[in-house]
């Protein structure tokens, strides 16, 4: 039988289920719970009248406690008041943030140094026992997530100081400019500055750039920028939660956005609000579109997932990224598009984590994660 006769048979029984024709116990009788009522429109958007979903079997106990713990079901408080002056979206969501970094020093001793390089402010951030001898000829550059326009002190923080820690390495902070003060591409001159300086000091080949979230998109744009300003590639790059792409509050199905069924599916999956099918009815907060307003969001400075011949000339590159994470089908595809170019590309999942996940670095599945990083980049980069 063929492929495709074993799929259309397997749709037919899924739409019998669906419609509750053969939804009987083994004994005939009904079930209790007949099953949620499920349509497929003629745009090909799924309906679900009821969707119950619990959390994920293969999420460790304390990763389970400490979702139910959080307040899930809560709207982000930063989008309480979307209209707020900067200066109050960036406390109320650097807050939260710094208390975590601050939790983060006593469980990963690290000293952290504020610096400029290039005329660029960074922190850098060194384990206490100093770095690891097989890295003193490596260095990490870290590009925190915020949406362009915050994370410069706590994201960056829950980002590099486990890192530095666990893996022995020094680690590079940047403070690159964002919106609304600052626009395209702004922070991508920044990274660059800071890389030119450092390969005074490093081989390009021992140097390795990684980012969560927003900082994911800007390690791929800082890669395609390093191509157009005749750079050498670094040695490896990682992009988390999130994709080679710049749209990450656009509207899914824009080229240039990151899209994909997370987008739709995820929020809801963490308690937030989900995303709106009728793209009328979304309203986004300026700070969140400032930094790329007006911006050719399918350009390869912006997204070069959507470049082959960008993607092909990236150095390897690590796609983390939980279930949950409303950036996981852009990190899928990323995965996906670089792996068609030829890049040593390595993704992993973490099923029933939400969007950079590994910031509460109490759980297991972060503990996972920072070995997964570091292993990474110690295989990847040259000593």
């Known amino acids: 039988m063929s492929n495709c006769k074993v799929a259309l048979l397997g749709a037919a029984f899924g739409m019998l289920m669906t419609d509750g024709s053969f939804a009987q116990q083994t004994d005939g009788k009904p079930a209790a719970n007949p099953p949620v009522a499920v349509r497929v429109d003629e745009r090909g958007t799924v309906h679900i009248s009821e969707l119950e979903v619990p959390v994920s079997s293969y999420m460790s106990e304390a990763a389970k ?25 960036r406390q109320m969501s650097e807050g939260p943030a710094k208390m975590g970094a601050d939790f983060a020093r006593k469980e990963f001793p690290v000293d952290i140094e504020a610096r400029e390089i290039a005329g660029v402010p960074v922190s850098i951030i060194t384990p206490k026992n100093g770095v690891a001898p097989r890295n003193k000829n490596r260095v990490l550059i870290e590009l925190h997530g ?18 530095a820690a666990v893996g022995g390495y020094k680690v590079i902070a940047v403070n690159y400019r964002q919106g609304p003060e600052n626009r395209f591409p702004a922070a991508t001159r920044d990274v660059a500055a ?12 021992s140097i390795g750039i990684y980012g969560c979230s927003t900082g994911g998109s800007l ?3 800082s ?3 390093f191509q157009k300003e005749k750079l050498p590639r670094p040695g490896a790059i990682g992009i988390f939660s999130g994709g080679a792409y710049a749209g990450f509050e656009n509207l899914p199905d824009s080229p240039g956005a990151w899209g994909g069924d997370s987008r739709y599916v995820a929020p809801g999956l963490v308690g ?4 709106p099918i009728d793209p009328k009815k979304v309203s986004l907060p300026a700070a969140t579109e400032a930094y790329l307003k007006g911006v050719d969001l399918t350009g390869p400075l912006a997204s070069p997932a959507l470049h082959a011949d960008v ?9 983390i990224s939980g279930t949950r994470s409303f950036g996981m089908s852009a990190a899928v595809q990323t995965h996906r598009e670089l792996t068609k170019a030829g890049v040593d590309a390595d993704l992993h999942l973490w099923d029933g984590q939400g969007h950079c996940f590994y910031y509460d670095f109490s759980l297991p599945e972060s503990q996972e994660a920072f070995a997964v990083i570091t292993k990474f980049f110690n295989q990847k980069l040259k000593p």
């Open 219 to 221: 390690t791929a744009m």
């Open 194 to 205: 800071v890389y030119k300086e450092l390969l005074k000091s490093y081989s390009a080949s």
């Open 272 to 275: 937030e609000p989900l995303w």
């Open 311 to 319: 993607l092909a000339k990236f150095p390897p590159t690590l796609i």
């Open 146 to 163: 915020g949406g362009f326009f915050t994370g410069a002190e706590g994201q960056a923080m829950l980002d590099s100081i486990p890192i």
């Open 65 to 89: 406690k400490s979702f139910i713990e959080s307040g899930s079901g809560n709207a982000n408080p930063i989008w309480s008041d979307v209209n707020a002056p900067i200066e109050k979206l």
């Open 223 to 225: 890669a395609a920028w």
